[in-house]
């Protein structure tokens, strides 16, 4: 089991390949992400317009906003696609004992 700042916020076989779910810590809105068996959080609002990243998709390993079409890289955060030009932050996750971990505390990236 890690140690704070981390914080569980699902169980790891909740969330299908492919899939995303948003989870809340402590008011904040996140974006927890499994591609090809890896797991990403990520900021649950676009650089571009201030708009929730969870009203989009998955498009492989980058989430697309729903409002104007932008694609952030669920790794580094950086935007893929205009009219974003400003990367969104990125956490650090763990896998232990059959949860996934957040570290809501600063951005990795």
């Known amino acids: 089991m890690p140690e ?3 914080v ?18 402590e008011g904040r809105s996140f974006i927890l992400a499994r591609v090809d068996d890896r797991f990403h959080a990520v900021e649950d609002n676009c650089s571009h317009e201030d708009y ?18 932008s694609r952030f890289s669920l790794e580094t955060g950086a935007p893929m696609d205009e009219p974003a030009d400003t990367p ?3 956490y ?9 971990w957040i570290d809501p505390t600063q951005p990795s990236n």
């Open 92 to 100: 650090a996750v763990k896998v232990a004992d059959g949860r996934v």
């Open 52 to 69: 929730p990243l969870s009203y989009g998709c998955l498009d492989g390993d980058r989430i697309k906003c729903s409002l104007h079409g």
């Open 4 to 6: 704070a700042p981390f």
């Open 8 to 25: 569980a916020v699902a169980d790891r076989d909740a969330i299908q390949d492919g899939k995303f779910i948003k989870v809340t810590i």
């Open 88 to 90: 969104i932050r990125t």
